[in-house]
T-cell receptor
Framework: KAGVTQTPRYLIKTRGQQVTLSCSPI?????VSWYQQTPGQGLQFLFE???????NKGNFPGRFSGRQFSNSRSEMNVSTLELGDSALYLC?????????????FGPGTRLTVL | GENVEQHPSTLSVQEGDSAVIKCTYS??????FPWYKQELGKRPQLIID?????GEKKDQRIAVTLNKTAKHFSLHITETQPEDSAVYFC???????????FGKGTRLHILP
């Protein structure tokens, strides 16, 4: 079974621009969560989508948004980029929603904001 | 607010010795505690988890212990090997929000 995939793998943007990241979950998985990983802060939860609905949201500003499509693929959008948004963005899929489900992570998209 | 503290941030251990990583959590309702391992340049992967109805769980060289009273849980790796070098993340569930909060990670170096 193919693992979680993310595109693009690397991205360079400038301040003020917007960016869209994509995540394709493992086939059959319906839950997708997004995390921001930085050296000082570890893994910080952005949001979770299940059946095209946002179930949970972390403590990030409204510039960070996402959506999920009927095939469970998910996109994350960041508008008006700031230097501090430079990070590795990881998505993780699980078979269903809920805290007891193992999350399978993708390879991440490394975003650099100049 | 919800918080998971993880210590130490960096740990160096001689090959063959044991390594211990400790975490504390703030939400007394937390009842699920997974640990993820992230090797350099790779994605995090679940290595072991424990639920609040048990105090200890083992899987070969790794074990996790939980003290609900003190709101502490720890990862123990025995007979460490070079392939154990990685960043380890602890996490705790927040049941009312149905989500997981991660610690900031521990970078484990296994010295030859």
């Amino acid at each position: 079974k193919a693992g979680v995939t993310q595109t693009p793998r690397y991205l360079i943007k400038t301040r003020g621009q917007q960016v869209t990241l994509s995540c394709s979950p493992i086939s059959g998985h319906r839950s997708v969560s997004w995390y921001q990983q930085t050296p000082g802060q570890g893994l910080q939860f952005l949001f979770e989508y299940f059946s095209e609905t946002q179930r949970n949201k972390g403590n990030f500003p409204g510039r960070f948004s996402g959506r999920q499509f009927s095939n469970s693929r998910s996109e994350m959008n960041v508008s008006t980029l700031e230097l501090g948004d430079s990070a590795l963005y990881l998505c993780a899929s699980s078979y269903t929603s809920g805290i007891y489900n193992e999350q399978f992570f993708g390879p991440g998209t490394r975003l650099t904001v100049l | 607010g919800e918080n998971v503290e993880q210590h130490p941030s960096t740990l160096s251990v001689q090959e063959g010795d044991s390594a211990v990583i400790k975490c504390t959590y703030s939400d007394s309702a937390s009842n699920y505690f997974p640990w993820y391992k992230q090797e350099l340049g790779k994605r995090p992967q679940l290595i072991i988890d424990i639920r609040s109805n048990v105090g200890e769980k083992k899987d070969q060289r790794i074990a996790v212990t939980l003290n609900k009273t003190a709101k502490h849980f720890s990862l123990h790796i025995t007979e460490t090997q070079p392939e154990d070098s990685a960043v380890y993340f602890c996490a705790a569930s927040i049941p009312r929000d149905d989500k997981i909060i991660f610690g900031k990670g521990t970078r484990l170096h296994i010295l030859p």
